[in-house]
């Protein structure tokens, strides 16, 4: 799977996408992360396993614990592809304007 598919297929997920804005704000281990939410530990984790497989997280392990930090620069995989499509909107739409604009000073 493809950077962008991967990282667009980890934040399809409502909880995946909490797990992100907690860890921008600090470092957290399962346990901590898991309290926030309403479901099982193993559910946490497997989605850990997913943000951490599309590289949004990493992890460090310092003692028994694992700490989970967000990765910032995985996004720009998503915000590329966001930039093309304003660029090509901003193109037709412009050049629709333009259209518009001839047409209606003929």
Known sequence: MSNTNSVFSALADENRRKIIVMLSRESMNVNAIAEKFRISRPAISKHLRILENSKLVSQVKEGRE???????KQMNAAIDWFKFYDMFWDNKLNALKK???KTQGS
């Open 66 to 72: 694992r700490y989970y930090s967000f990765n910032p």
């Open 99 to 101: 259209f518009i604009e």
